[in-house]
């Protein structure tokens, strides 16, 4: 199994980033797929999730109304639509399975 994040950088404040997470070696419709972040210094933190067929997501209070979690079954693929960014959204972005992590993607917002 193999999750592979990408689209992070660097981004001034009220800018924005779509981040993709590319999902290989298991049966992507079968899990709802969770991003997390984790900030130097602290612990992971959950973002958004989205169920199997997409129907149903969940946020963070901290990014409702920012970040939109979607996801494209037919290329294994989910996505964090990140808008509005602050500051403290700076951090390493994650997906994950409930069972498999990627290698995260940093996202760093700053003037």
Request: glycine share 12%.
């Amino acid at each position: 199994v193999q999750l592979v994040e990408s689209g992070g950088g660097l981004v001034q404040p009220g800018g924005s980033l779509r981040l993709s997470c590319v999902a290989s070696g298991l049966t992507f419709t079968s899990y709802i797929i969770w991003w997390y972040r984790q900030a130097p210094g602290t612990g992971r933190e959950l973002v958004a999730a989205v169920t199997s067929a997409g129907v149903s997501t969940n946020y963070a209070d901290s990014v409702k109304g920012r970040f939109t979690i979607s996801r494209d079954n037919a290329k294994n693929t989910v996505y964090l639509q990140m808008n509005s960014l602050k500051p403290e959204d700076t951090a390493m972005y994650y997906c994950n399975t409930g069972r498999h992590w990627g290698q995260g993607t940093q996202v760093t917002v700053s003037s």
